[in-house]
């Protein structure tokens, strides 16, 4: 895994909620970090799950970090943080944003003991760099806004984006269409109605294409990208608790209070 020297930013390290023996990892994006999916991960926590929610390496330090870190770097990341949460819970779901999605898809590949998955706008067959993928300048891409409809939100992100590593998300989205087929656990797949990011095709792609017996797809009206920071969080909540409970109950046949 590529070594960091720089500081992680402040709001922007690793997050983890001790809970009972239901793990649930949380992934961010391409240039995101833990915080992106705070908000999420406190919510299910009062349910009494046990969250972690780990910070991709070339993360939430300085982008020049970034410009080193791989795709397998960040695969890495969020395999580790799968082993060390496997550890003390008996059952793990995995929940992935964006290009999150596309790196749940590599873990849940490699790991069919995984109880479940959630998507949220994963990127995997199209997103908003894609314009950049033969193209070896700019060094870096300056960042707008991120892609959220409720207003006076504040993501940490990087003000800019090195190249390199856009070729490496739009590696491991390429990568991750192969992987779909060997995805075997039950899946939740989100996608907002409006993605300035990631269009929703994705979703439809990942439906078409995953392996999963069980599977669905829940569409959210009132959020763009970073859904799990927008009008729609909670109701990404209540659908991750809901889906966990009524797999709770295929378990064991008796009803979970």
């Not at 997103?127 to 993928?133: E, S």
Request: proline share 5%.
């Amino acid at each position: 895994m590529s070594d960091e020297v720089y500081p992680v930013l402040s709001g922007a390290d690793s997050l983890f909620y001790q809970g009972n023996e239901i793990g649930v990892i949380l992934c961010h994006g391409f240039n995101g970090t833990p915080q992106s999916m705070q908000y999420i991960g406190e919510q299910l926590a009062k349910y009494g799950y046990t969250i972690s929610i780990p910070r991709l390496n070339g993360h939430g330090t300085h982008y020049l970090e970034l410009e080193k870190s791989s795709y397998h770097d960040w695969i890495d990341s969020l395999q580790s943080a799968y082993e060390d949460l496997a550890k003390l819970c008996e059952k793990v779901y995995i929940v992935g944003q964006s290009m999150g999605g596309a790196l749940t898809i590599q873990i849940a590949a490699a790991n069919p003991e995984i109880a479940g998955v959630f998507l949220i706008n994963a990127a995997i067959t199209d997103v908003c760099y894609r314009q950049y993928q033969h193209q070896e300048e700019p060094r870096f891409i300056e960042e707008g806004k991120p892609d959220i409809k409720k207003p006076s939100v504040y993501e940490i992100t990087y003000d800019k984006v090195p190249i390199a590593a856009v070729h490496q998300l739009l590696n491991v989205m390429e990568d991750s269409q192969e992987k779909l087929p060997h995805v075997t656990t039950s899946t939740v797949i989100f996608k907002s109605a409006v993605d300035h990011v990631v269009p929703p095709e994705n979703s439809h792609y990942i439906f078409e294409h995953v392996n999963s017996k069980d599977k669905k797809m829940i569409e959210l009206q009132n959020s763009y990208h970073v859904a799990s920071m927008d009008y729609d969080a909670m109701e990404i909540v209540d659908n991750i608790y809901q889906h966990i409970q009524q797999d709770m109950r295929k378990k064991i046949g008796n009803p979970v209070q």
